[in-house]
Structures are given as structure tokens and as C-alpha cells.
């Protein structure tokens, strides 16, 4: 079963609990952070849509203020022409009269609408007792107890559903009785003992019906927090491997049963306004005027910026030819912050030629590090793993000792942290850490490299499976011929300390994990004698004389560390790496601009700094994602906003490159462009808090302060410098330079991307031959002439 797939539950109340599980999106663990799209779960709604059904369940806004985009039409970055054709493009029931309404609307700040009140909410206004916050604070507790993954010394029970785990608990807990809730410990024991026949009993003792309950169900799981994305996120694992999970399903009937304990007590007083916030949950989600007006607003910024860069990719350029053979290659992550390094990279020598492809390099990897069992799913998360690899030697002696230290090391921190010797060991050793605390405070510490030992495929694959593997790799790199002498193949991470995001600065196809180990597996592929004879009968020729080296492009300092140089002379180790050198202190200088206190000579410093929250600004501006020959963005300054992806679609005889690249490296992009979005718009429901007050509970995630609801997104430092957004929130502009039948036929195979276009959660873009955004994508299949570029006449390949 897919992970978008919707349930087929005939009873209605159950349908409606499965429904709302869905509208909720999944969040990785800490250790493989990757960006989700908040709005996964309305894929198939537009904005105002959204808007509508976010303001319900959350009291969410969908975009921006109104100062916002007032700002902006009077700085004249939105023009009228952008504002005419947002309009234009509106559905015409729900739209103001004309685009000067939208304009007067954008200079008023509409009061935004709440969200409708729980049981728990209307109990709190009667009794003075907070009990959302008691409540919130109890499932807090609980929830990082059950789904700890090996941070608590004390874990709770495992081998119970999340429903029957917490009633194990909450039977025993006084505090809901303490705080006036008499009886509630009884109420929970003689509840039902599945959570289905809890969720029945619930909604008929409340007069809850099915159309209430879809929104009134999303509503609960909202007030879960981060809570309800971490039972999300297995149901999404389970059914990526083909089961089941119900632990949302769990979490709702804790929640209900919440609010029948308090409507139990409290019926004299809030019956009547529970049935207004019955009825109202009963009402079909539609947007107002307003969340019509605040949708146009954000798609007229968002054509004022495709005007940018379609004037960008239009302006002519000084030729990039490299020649008959390039002198050296460089393949590159499609991520943002590459644009910057690949643009100062090319700069430096003509014969230069960078290329963009998804940082795990086309190998669906399961790795296992160096001494270590642990499975690191190196892939992108919409996938299942293709093959394994590993670092580990265990017959090597070194591993041997390295996996007693680490023992040793686990043994030792738990005995810092047991209940019983916490407090001496503190009074006793702590003297002893003042050098240490010392030297990390002040950054002193020696970076390491962080390199392993090479890894390797385990099982090793077949020789037809190598060569297999090597060519589909190169045809969707769209490198299959002029290969240089020295071919770089750079995955990217990033180096930070005292961050418990770290891993949501790596690599988002590598599963938020570095992109070292692809990079190195898939150069031994391509350096194997073996491999290269079996590619030649395919057409695809790389030279005698030509090496595959690996590396690691760290994003916090923009320092490259290449791999495994057997093979390379040292001559050209020591020119390749000035060049990296050189462009590294032009990306550094690039990004100082932007950074709060930054300068080139500096900036690394900020990746060994405790006190930096603002080591990188990530993928922070990301606006556009280009899948194209890479001449046509070569010299062009797209200011690190832009993913770039080679794309060569006349080399692509039967569109499949063309199909995987919308299905996988657009839909990661995807996540990531409305994570940023969602964290910016929306950072009390959809953003990851204060870093200051960050405290990681479970292993999995964090909270402020002491305890509560676990914040999932974006912390505030990584969209904001304090004065200002860094961040501007656009909607992913996507361009494809491909005929647009091929394009449209495949969104036609996959309804799930195709959602992504129709309800313009992506905008699409089909490029011309000269490389200029010529077609908009409308919806439907069907696609409009840009102006300016309405005559297909001359541009005869892409008129299809």
C-alpha cells in the first residue's frame, strides 16, 4: 500500500478517524531529520481551501499578514500585472470584483479567524481551570515515555498499542483529579478496551456525525502537537513496507476520551455551546473573501518572482562551452546551497563544468557505519532500500576495540545521568570538566575529518547488477559522454555542534544523512574496468584515462574533502583541490553577506560555536527548482535559490529520466520548499520554536522548556535573523525543459504529483529550446503561453 493511499472503511465514524490521520503529516526522528510538507494531508486542495480547513482544526494561517504584501506592492516588487492575473487565474465565484478590490483588500488586516474551541476549551472558559495546558502537559509526559527511542533511562512499556499503554498510565495518574476532574482515573479503566469501540462510544455520547467528526477528529489530533506526527510517521514506515499502523488512531481515542470525561462534568454549563461548535464542525469547509483575497495576494507574489527568473534565464549570457572535453567535472547535489558553489567553482576555469543530480546518486542504500548494526537508510524517504552497503570490518581488530569503546563511552554516560549517581558524580567530577567545557565553549576543539573506511556493497552485487546500476545512473545524470579526465562526485553535509537539528542540514535524498557514502559507492562502481567494458555495447564510452573521485562539499564552511585518490596524480590532487579552495572562499564570501556577523575569514568558525544558532541558512530563499541542460543557468547568479538538476531530454528517448525526476527529486523538493514555507507562515502550529528554550526529548525531537508538545518544523533562527525574514515564503516554481506532452503525460500516470500542480502547491514550468519559461502549466493537463513566447512556430521541438 502506498503512503497516500486513503483507507476503505466502510463505517463512517472509522473512516473519518482514518481520514484525519492522513490530514496530519509524518516527522523523522532527530538522527535522519528530513523536511516534510506540512500540507501534505490537503494535497488535494488549493490554498483558501487549506486556509479554510487550517483556521477549523488549528487556527493556522495559510499565508502571510496583509503588511506583508503591502509592503511589497509598495516597494513595486508586486506589480499590477501581477496582481491582474492572480486574480485572473482565481476561481471567478469566490474572487473579489476585479484585481483593484484585491489591491484595497491588501491595505485592511482582516481579523483571522480561531480555531473552534474543544471540549476542553469550553471547559476552561467555565471553570478557570486550564486544561488544555493540563492536558498538553499529561500527553506530553506520556508520549515521550512510549515512543522514546533509547534517550530515557526509564522507558516506558513497550509491546501495547499507544491506547492501551496510556490507559495503563492514566489510571494510576491523580493530576487530572487534583487539578477538579473527580473520577477521571475510574473513568479511564472502565473505558473499552480497543480504541475503535472508545472512538464509537465517544461520538455518540457527544451527537457527533460523520460530517462533524472529519473536522472535529482533525481538530484533536492538532492539539497532539508533534506527538500526532510521530505516530504519522509510522503509519508511513508501516505502510512503505507493505503493513499497517493505528497508533493515530490511538492517539484520537485518548483524546476523546479526554473530552467525554470533561463533558461528563461540565455538561450543565457548555452543553449549549458545544452544539454551536457541533454544528459548526458539521459545515462543509469553504474559504471566506478574506482567505480568497490572502490566496490571490501570495500567487501574485509568487508570479512577481517567476518574473525574475524567467528574466533571469532570458538574458543572454557569455558562451560556457567547454569544449570537445571538459578538463574537469563536478557532480553536485541539486540542493540550493550548491548553486552558489558551482557558479564560483565554474568562474575560476573555463574548462570547468559542474553538474546537479539528487545527492544520493541513484543508490537506494541501507549502510551501516563503521562498527556499527545500525541501519542508516542513506535514500530519499519516498523509497524503499534497493541494495545495502557498509563500512564494517568485524574481523578488523580496530573495529573490535572501537565498538568496546563505545560501549564503554554509553555505559559511562548512563552512569552519569542514573538517578543515583547524577548528583555526586557532578559535585565530584565536575572540577574534572572544566578544561573540556573550556576548549568546546571556545571552539577550540580539533575538528576531525569524519572519514570511514571506504565503503562497500554487502551483499556485494552482481557483475550485471553493477553495470545495470552504473548506466541508469549516468542516463539520469545525463552523462553519458565527454567525460573528463577527472570527474568529481560531491554529496554534501554539514558540520555543527550543540544542534539538534544537525541532521536536517545534510542531505534530504540521503534521508537526511551525509551524501559521502553515495558519492564513494557509486565512484567505485564507475572506476571498476569490468563495469566500463559492460557500459561500451550500451553507448556509453568513458575514457581509459578517466577517474571518478568522491567528496564531501560541507555546506557550514564550503570547505570539499575529496575521497579514496588512488588513481589521481598528485599534481592534479594539488590543482583541483586550490580550485575547490578558491571557490570555496567566493561561496563563503557570497553567504557572508546574508549571515547575521559574519565574515569569509570567519564564517567556518560558526560550525564549532555552542552559542551559534545561525551556523548556515540551510536551504532558507528556496524558490525554484530547474531540470535542464546546464547552459542554460550557467553564469547566471540565481543567488543560491534555485535547485538545478542536469537534465538533457533529448538523450531521454522514452521519458523515464523525465518521469523520475518529477516523481522523486521534485516531490523532495517539494517538502522542502513548503517546510520553509509552513515554518514561516505558520511557525506556532507548523514551526519548531525558540532554539534557546530547545530540550530534545525521546531521541526524537525537541520541546521548549521542560516538557509539553513536541515542536516539529523549522526553528525560528533558521527563517528569521532576528530582525527580519530571511526566508521569503514562495511556492516552488518548477521548470522543465521537455516537451510538454511528455510532461503532462506523466503527471497523467501519477495523481499524487499531479495534485501537487493542479491545486498549486508547485507551480510548472515547461522551458523553450532557447531555455525561457514559454508555458505555464494551468491544471488540468493543459498549459498556457507565457507572453512573449506565444508563437510555437519557433520553437518547433517543444511545440508538442
Not at 544542534?499 to 559521502?516: E, I, K, R, T, V
Not at 560541507?554 to 588512488?566: A, G, P, S
Request: charged share 20%; net charge negative; hydrophobic share 45%.
Amino acid at each position: 500500500m502506498s503512503p497516500l493511499d486513503v483507507s476503505t472503511d466502510t463505517n463512517p465514524i472509522q473512516r473519518a478517524a482514518d481520514d484525519s490521520a492522513r490530514a496530519i503529516p509524518p516527522v523523522w526522528p532527530l538522527a535522519s531529520s528530513v523536511a516534510v510538507n506540512p500540507y501534505l494531508g490537503q494535497a488535494d486542495e488549493s490554498l483558501a481551501f487549506t486556509g479554510a480547513r487550517l483556521a477549523r482544526v488549528a487556527g493556522a494561517p495559510i499565508t502571510m499578514p496583509r503588511s506583508w504584501y503591502r509592503s511589497r506592492i509598495v516597494e513595486g516588487a508586486i506589480a499590477d500585472v501581477d496582481l491582474r492575473e492572480a486574480w485572473a487565474d482565481a476561481q471567478g465565484a469566490l474572487r473579489p470584483e476585479n484585481s483593484r478590490a484585491v489591491k484595497e483588500a491588501a491595505f485592511l488586516e482582516p481579523v483571522r479567524p480561531g480555531a473552534l474551541p474543544t471540549i476542553a476549551d469550553l471547559a476552561a472558559e467555565v471553570s478557570g481551570v486550564d486544561w488544555p495546558g493540563l492536558i498538553e502537559e499529561r500527553l506530553g509526559a506520556w508520549a515521550a515515555s512510549y515512543f522514546d527511542e533509547g534517550q530515557a533511562l526509564w522507558a516506558g512499556p513497550r509491546g501495547r498499542s499507544a491506547y492501551a499503554a496510556w490507559k495503563g498510565v492514566a489510571t494510576h495518574d491523580l493530576t487530572p483529579e487534583i487539578a477538579g476532574l473527580a473520577g477521571f482515573a475510574l473513568h479511564v479503566s472502565e473505558a473499552p478496551d480497543a480504541a475503535s469501540a472508545t472512538m464509537a462510544r465517544v461520538t455518540e455520547r457527544l451527537g457527533l456525525d460523520a460530517d462533524a467528526a472529519q473536522t472535529y477528529f482533525h481538530r484533536l489530533l492538532m492539539t497532539w502537537g508533534g506527538w500526532a506526527q510521530v505516530a504519522r510517521y509510522q503509519l508511513w514506515q508501516a505502510e512503505l513496507a507493505g503493513g499497517a499502523d493505528r497508533t493515530v488512531q490511538d492517539l484520537l481515542a485518548v483524546r476523546l476520551l479526554w473530552e467525554e470525561a470533561l463533558f461528563l462534568h461540565y455538561e450543565a454549563q457548555i452543553d449549549q455551546a458545544w452544539a454551536g461548535v457541533r454544528a459548526a464542525h458539521a459545515v462543509p469547509v469553504f474559504p471566506d473573501t478574506d482567505m480568497v483575497v490572502d490566496a490571490i495576494l501570495q500567487e501574485a507574489l509568487e508570479r512577481a518572482s517567476q518574473r525574475t527568473l524567467a528574466a533571469a534565464l532570458a538574458t543572454p549570457t557569455a558562451n560556457t562551452d567547454v569544449g570537445d572535453r571538459p578538463g574537469l567535472q563536478a557532480a553536485f547535489c541539486i540542493d540550493v546551497r550548491s548553486e552558489v558553489f558551482r557558479r564560483a567553482l565554474e568562474s575560476l576555469e573555463p574548462r570547468i563544468q559542474t553538474l546537479g543530480f539528487a545527492g544520493f546518486f541513484g543508490l537506494t542504500a541501507a549502510h551501516r557505519r563503521f562498527a556499527s548494526d545500525v541501519e542508516e537508510r542513506r535514500l530519499p524517504v519516498l523509497l524503499n532500500p534497493g541494495l545495502g552497503s557498509s563500512a564494517s570490518t568485524p574481523a578488523d581488530p580496530a573495529e573490535a576495540d572501537a565498538r568496546v569503546r563505545s560501549r564503554a563511552t554509553r555505559a559511562w554516560g548512563r552512569f552519569k545521568l542514573a538517578a543515583v549517581s547524577s548528583f555526586a558524580f557532578v559535585e565530584a567530577a565536575g572540577p574534572l570538566y572544566v578544561g573540556k567545557l573550556l576548549k568546546d565553549g571556545l571552539g577550540l576543539k580539533p575538528r576531525t575529518s569524519g572519514s570511514e573506511p571506504e565503503p562497500r556493497f554487502e551483499p556485494d552485487l552482481s557483475p550485471e547488477a553493477r553495470a545495470t546500476t552504473a548506466a541508469t545512473v549516468l542516463r539520469a545524470m545525463s552523462l553519458t559522454s565527454r567525460f573528463a579526465p577527472l570527474v568529481l562526485l560531491l554529496g554534501h553535509g554539514a558540520e555543527v555542534v550543540n544542534n539538534p537539528h544537525a541532521s536536517a542540514l545534510h542531505c534530504g535524498a540521503c534521508g537526511g544523512y551525509p551524501g559521502d557514502v553515495n558519492a564513494r559507492l557509486l565512484a567505485q562502481l564507475l572506476n571498476d574496468r569490468n563495469v566500463r567494458a559492460a557500459l561500451a555495447p550500451q553507448g556509453i564510452e568513458i575514457p581509459l584515462d578517466t577517474v571518478f573521485v568522491a567528496g564531501l562539499h560541507n555546506t557550514t564552511t564550503d570547505e570539499v574533502q575529496l575521497f579514496d585518490l588512488n588513481g589521481v596524480s598528485d599534481e592534479n590532487v594539488r590543482r583541483v583541490r586550490a580550485w575547490l579552495a578558491a571557490a570555496g572562499v567566493m561561496a563563503r564570501s557570497e553567504r557572508a553577506l546574508k549571515l547575521p556577523r559574519a565574515e569569509e575569514a570567519t564564517i567556518g568558525r560558526r560550525s564549532v560555536d555552542w552559542a551559534e544558532t545561525r551556523p548556515e541558512w540551510a536551504l532558507a530563499g528556496c524558490s525554484a527548482f530547474i531540470a535542464a541542460p546546464r547552459k542554460r543557468t550557467s553564469g547566471r547568479d540565481l543567488a543560491g535559490r534555485a535547485f538545478l538538476h542536469d537534465y538533457d531530454w533529448k538523450q531521454d528517448l522514452d521519458f523515464s529520466v523525465l518521469e523520475l525526476i518529477l516523481t522523486a527529486p521534485v516531490v523532495v523538493a517539494s517538502w522542502i520548499s513548503l517546510q520553509y514555507y509552513g515554518s514561516t507562515v505558520s511557525p506556532q502550529v507548523f514551526g519548531g520554536g525558540n532554539k534557546l528554550l530547545h530540550n530534545v526529548t525521546g531521541g526524537l525531537g525537541v520541546v521548549e522548556g521542560n516538557g509539553g508538545l513536541l515542536r516539529v518544523g523549522l526553528p525560528w533562527q533558521s527563517v528569521h535573523d532576528g530582525e527580519r525574514h530571511i526566508h521569503e515564503p514562495l511556492r516552488l516554481s518548477v521548470c522543465v525543459e521537455a516537451p510538454r506532452e511528455a510532461i503532462a503525460n506523466v503527471l497523467g500516470r501519477h495523481p499524487g504529483v499531479r495534485a501537487l500542480f493542479d491545486n498549486r502547491w508547485l507551480h510548472l514550468f515547461a522551458l523553450d529550446d532557447a531555455g525561457r519559461m514559454a508555458w505555464r502549466y494551468v491544471g488540468d493537463l493543459e498549459w498556457t503561453a507565457i507572453k512573449g513566447f506565444e508563437d510555437p512556430v519557433s520553437n518547433p521541438t517543444l511545440a508538442a
